[in-house]
């Protein structure tokens, strides 16, 4: 394990920034005045200068944050909390790069908009590294703190946390996959057999009566050649005979999955994983359909 | 192409054409009637003309001219005309007039009556 | 020599004298004759690309382009319109065509191999799941009684041959049973759409035909109810019944085509006095049938005929009589009676003498068959002979339980169910894997699949074909235009 020494040039800038805000706090704080009822946000010293009280004297504010009067206030508040952590966890083990659990960081643009600052990027650039290392120290001796400090610049949705849910194949030997496309929604029992196939109780050709819509209708299985290895009982609803038919795709290549998830990379090449997302469009006041206008009149 | 024809009471019918059909270009002879022809003397609905025997198309033309249809027919309607005109109510007088009679209105849409309202009604 | 010679000097300069290529006159057509020798020796050859009709004002260009002069045109917008000015085609020759029962196709290959149905390969259990090809005689026979549809795909291979099912040699072995004890089997045929049902009939007149049985068929049980054929009260029966001289005259002349050779050996036993023609007992039954020329003589002879084939201890054959699409005969008839009421369908004496056979209420003395095969395609639908069916279906255990009589529903037929009451079902079910491996095989031997015939694709098409529904296995497979 590397210690926190390895980050030492970003400590280094980041000391710089402190100092500079230090002394330009000072300098404000002897000059400026500032009337008591305007500024709501700044700290009277009223309660650390007793003597001041109630003699006349302008109360003299001070901004809770150092970085009160500079560009971007909150982004070096932050910037220094994080360097004043990692000066104090300093000694605290670091795991390597590539064990560390993947975490999606606010880019620079996301970061922008969520503290409403125009962070520069050379300064993100080198927060971000503080960032990195921070995120580095074992999550077991991870104080809440650096925790907190964190979080400010995951991203809200972390998809690397989503767990993907599996079909679970029942005691019966069932897998149950859901599909659906334009209106419909098909749900089908895929279990091991000698290939049968029902649908809502019909077969195929009772079902669909183009010979188009039950060639897509069972496409998962043909194009992974399992026509004879699964029996599939299924249900459909809504929608036309095309939108049943390709829900139906998509159900059945799912519950195919359930049994043999080697397959997955063969569904998706047939376009059996993917839901197709296209929808009638709606109709809009003033258009005649969605986008058709009405015809031109004179007058 | 000219095919045989087939003479019921005076008129030259097609081989082809249906018997129904043939019965029914006469004046007041309807798809009623006509079908009870058809059943009187077992003609079946698809028959052609040209496939009827000699001696049904002589019933068929005794059976015709004891029917008041055509011209009888024509007459009774022509008498009931006259007599309302005779009688001088309003339906004669819109007969007379070419007008119609049952109290339509008369703004647009009259080309029936124009055509058929007469005292000496034809069609 | 002197000859063109002398010639020459009659024609123009131009055309002898050589002239320079750049300015020689390009010449349109060429004389199939010409007097000039060097014309005739180097005849401009017709180029395919510039041949102008005669008359018209198009110039050829060199090179062959064609340029069209200007047309006037006298509509704006008038469209081109190909007026085709060949004759229409005469009144029937359309439908003829539409008709036409196409039975081999030079273009399919033949298929090496393939075994002849004959009267054993019907019941033998090793031929269930082949592929048996219909023997030419038999071809003629089934031809003349038209059982042959031009809805099944016989035009796509190139002798006709049908799959031996499970079901074909159980009805088989019932008609051999039936046969054999003298009975008459009464049979009619349930199924899904397209599954097979006018093929299994088929097949139980081959049998009949290769063994010698006397059949009987009607192709179409609307062609005697919808009002098409000629009708006649016939006289002295109570109630009314009709005969159909047209139609008996065409059952006659099938039987008389397609059993021939049996009717020739077959003698009267009857004297028959109230045919018009007088035949003495002994004379062949051919010679009967050969009498009956016109409908309005036809009757009977029919009646005649049917008496002398069910006479008993005769040494008659076995009769098959069968009818394809059973819910037009159990329905009220297009037909009217002189007193303008409808015509039940059981009141046509041919139909009455069809129904009467099946319900058992006449038996056939001499044994054979009556089979009757529903069909689901365009076929009015029949409350009763449903509910009947299903009865029976549930009797010999292929369905649960029979559907109730809806208690409001008017158009259930008590002559319909008496007629139905005492017959056996066959319900046709869709083809095992193995038989429609076999079909498929057939189907790639002639050219008509181009996969190879594994497992994959039997499994494929049997699902894509519902189940193993025949039909529609021939439809995703045979009549898409994508294999």
């Not at chain 3, 002398?6 to 300015?23: D, F, G, H, K, N």
């Not at chain 3, 180097?42 to 041949?51: I, M, Q, R, W």
Request: overall charge positive.
């Amino acid at each position: 394990m590397a210690s926190l020494q390895s980050g030492s040039s970003a400590l280094r800038g980041c000391c710089q920034v402190t100092q500079t805000l230090k002394r330009l706090h000072r300098l404000r704080a002897a000059r400026i005045t500032v009337p008591v009822g305007t500024a709501r946000h700044m700290t009277s010293l009223s309660d650390q200068d007793p003597a001041t009280d109630g003699m006349g004297i302008h109360a003299r504010a001070v901004p809770v944050s150092p970085s009160y009067f500079s560009r971007q206030p909150r982004f070096n508040d932050s910037y220094l909390l994080l360097a004043q952590l990692a000066e104090r966890y300093r000694k605290l083990p670091l795991i390597p790069k590539d064990q560390v659990q993947p975490v999606a960081w606010k880019n620079l643009e996301n970061f922008r908009q969520a503290v409403g600052e125009h962070v520069k990027a050379t300064e993100f650039v080198k927060c971000m590294e503080l960032v990195k290392v921070l995120n580095q120290i074992h999550p077991s001796l991870r104080p809440k703190e650096v925790d907190d400090a964190l979080l400010v610049f995951k991203k809200a949705v972390q998809p690397y946390s989503n767990i993907e849910k599996t079909i679970p194949i029942d005691k019966f030997g069932r897998a149950l996959g859901t599909g659906r496309r334009k209106q419909s929604v098909a749900r089908a029992w895929v279990v091991e057999g000698t290939g049968e196939m029902l649908v809502n109780g019909k077969t195929l050709a009772d079902a669909f009566g183009r010979v188009h819509d039950r060639e897509s209708a069972t496409w998962a299985l043909r194009a992974t050649s399992r026509t004879d290895k699964y029996n599939v009982w299924a249900l459909v609803e809504g929608g036309g005979t095309t939108g049943q038919a390709e829900a139906l795709t998509l159900a059945i290549g799912k519950a195919l999955m359930a049994h043999e998830p080697a397959l997955k990379p063969a569904l998706r090449r047939a376009g059996c994983v993917t839901r197709d997302p296209r929808k009638v469009e709606r109709k809009k006041p003033g258009h005649v359909k969605a986008r058709k206008m009405p015809a031109w009149v004179k007058r | 192409m000219t095919g045989l024809t087939v003479f019921i009471l005076g008129v030259n019918f097609h081989e082809q054409k249906l018997v129904k059909k043939a019965l029914e270009s006469f004046y007041a002879l309807g798809p009623q009637k006509s079908s009870r022809i058809l059943a009187k003397y077992s003609i079946y609905p698809m028959m052609k003309c040209g496939s009827l025997p000699q001696r049904t198309v002589t019933a068929l033309t005794a059976e015709l001219s004891s029917m008041t249809i055509e011209n009888d027919a024509r007459k009774i309607v022509q008498d009931n005309i006259k007599r309302l005109r005779d009688i001088g109510t309003v339906r004669g007088r819109r007969h007379a007039m070419g007008l119609p009679v049952r109290g339509q209105k008369t703004r647009t849409q009259i080309q029936n009556a124009r055509k058929l309202n007469r005292v000496e009604r034809r069609g | 020599m002197s000859v063109p010679h002398s010639l020459r000097c009659l024609l123009r300069p131009s055309a002898t004298t050589s002239i320079p290529q750049r300015i020689a006159p390009i010449t349109a057509f060429t004389a199939p004759f010409s007097s000039s020798s060097i014309l005739a020796k180097n005849p401009t050859p017709p180029s395919s690309k510039a041949k102008v009709p005669l008359g018209s004002r198009a110039k050829v260009l060199p090179g062959g382009h064609i340029r069209a002069g200007k047309k006037m045109q006298l509509g704006k917008f008038k469209k081109n319109r190909q007026i085709d000015k060949s004759r229409p085609p005469a009144p029937g020759e359309r439908k003829a065509y539409r008709k036409r029962v196409t039975l081999s196709n030079n273009n399919a290959l033949p298929v090496e191999g393939l075994e002849e149905m004959n009267a054993q390969t019907m019941v033998d259990p090793a031929k269930v799941g082949r592929m048996l090809a219909l023997p030419n005689e038999l071809v003629d026979q089934l031809r003349a009684v038209e059982a042959f549809k031009s809805t099944q795909t016989w035009n796509m291979f190139r002798q006709p041959s049908m799959l031996q099912r499970k079901e074909a040699r159980e009805l088989a072995e019932k008609m051999q049973t039936a046969a054999g004890k003298g009975d008459t089997l009464k049979l009619v045929i349930s199924g899904d759409r397209l599954v097979g049902k006018s093929m299994l009939l088929l097949q139980a007149i081959s049998y009949a035909y290769l063994n010698n049985w006397i059949v009987l068929h009607i192709p179409e049980g609307q062609e005697m109810t919808n009002g098409s054929t000629e009708y006649a009260p016939i006289p002295n029966t109570q109630p009314a019944q009709y005969s159909q001289q047209a139609y008996a005259l065409r059952m006659l002349q099938s039987l008389r085509k397609a059993n021939q050779k049996l009717l020739l050996d077959l003698k009267t036993v009857f004297p028959h006095p109230d045919l018009v023609q007088h035949f003495p007992v002994g004379t062949s039954l051919l010679q009967v049938a050969n009498a009956a020329k016109e409908p309005d003589t036809t009757w009977p002879i029919f009646n005649a005929i049917l008496q002398e084939l069910t006479a008993e201890g005769a040494g008659r054959p076995p009769i098959l009589f069968s009818l394809d699409g059973l819910s037009f005969i159990m329905k009220m008839s297009e037909y009217r009676s002189p007193a303008f009421e409808v015509i039940h369908a059981h009141d046509l004496a041919i139909v009455r003498r069809f129904v009467d056979y099946l319900s058992g209420k006449t038996k056939l003395p001499n044994g054979g068959a009556v089979i009757a095969a529903t069909s689901r395609g365009n076929s009015p639908r029949n409350p009763s002979m449903e509910l009947m069916i299903a009865k029976q279906e549930a009797n010999q255990g292929l369905i649960d339980q029979p559907p109730a009589k809806e208690p409001y529903n008017r158009k259930y037929d008590d002559r319909v169910e008496a007629a139905l009451s005492n017959m056996e079902v066959l319900k046709l079910q869709s083809v095992s894997r193995s038989e429609a491996r076999s079909l498929m095989e057939y189907w790639a031997a002639s050219g008509l699949l181009r996969t190879a015939v594994d497992e994959q694709a039997v499994s494929d098409k049997w699902i894509l074909g519902g189940n193993g529904n025949v039909g529609e296995m021939e439809r995703a497979t045979l009549l898409t235009m994508r294999y």
